[in-house]
């Protein structure tokens, strides 16, 4: 499936959008970055709350470790945010390590189409009363350019995370 907008949101909602009309109610799917930061290997530890009935959207957390100090505090900041803003109760918003039913997909029409995909994503699984949990996965220190600016794309997600009160 190829997308032909740029754009961290466009790339998921195309991706969910095809894989939630090709695939069953059972399926799990799950979503990791491909920049080599996450461990193919922690794709079971995310989707056995979910084979076991715990959960019905399960996100990774990173711990911030083999982060730089500035993606780390970026990263906490957001989170910390989001969480106060939004009564989120998830300590790594910005992990792009999930797993999650394949009707849960269906269900949630995210408008972002940036790199807060991530928080709207998890708001409305947690305002439609999903039953959302976290699990500690590795994180490995990221190969080649990154693509994110640290200001401008968090000043983004702090925009977006203050638009999102609004909202719901």
Do not use: H
């Not at 894989?19 to 930061?37: F, K, P, Q, R």
């Not at 979910?50 to 993606?71: C, L, Y």
């Not at 957001?78 to 918003?93: E, H, P, Q, R, Y």
Request: glycine share 8%; proline share 2%.
């Amino acid at each position: 499936m190829w997308e032909p907008k740029k754009g961290y949101g466009y790339a998921m909602q195309s991706g969910l959008c095809y894989i939630s009309t090709v695939y069953s109610e059972n399926t799990i799917i799950v979503i990791l970055d491909a920049d080599g930061t996450y461990e193919i290997k922690d794709i079971i530890k995310l989707m056995e709350p979910i084979v076991k009935g715990e959960a019905d959207f399960v996100t990774g957390n990173r711990q911030f470790k083999n982060m730089s100090f500035k993606t780390r505090f970026g990263n906490k900041f957001i989170s910390k945010f989001a969480n106060l803003c939004l009564g989120l109760g998830v300590i790594d918003t910005q992990s792009g390590m999930k797993a999650l039913k394949v009707e849960l997909a269906k269900k949630l029409k995210v408008k972002t189409n940036g790199i807060s995909w991530q928080i709207e994503f998890i708001t409305q699984a947690k305002r439609e009363g999903v039953r959302i949990k976290e699990i500690p996965i590795s994180y490995n220190c990221r190969t080649g350019k990154k693509k994110l600016g640290r200001i401008k794309d968090g000043l983004y997600e702090v925009y977006s995370i203050i638009k999102m009160i609004e909202v719901w």
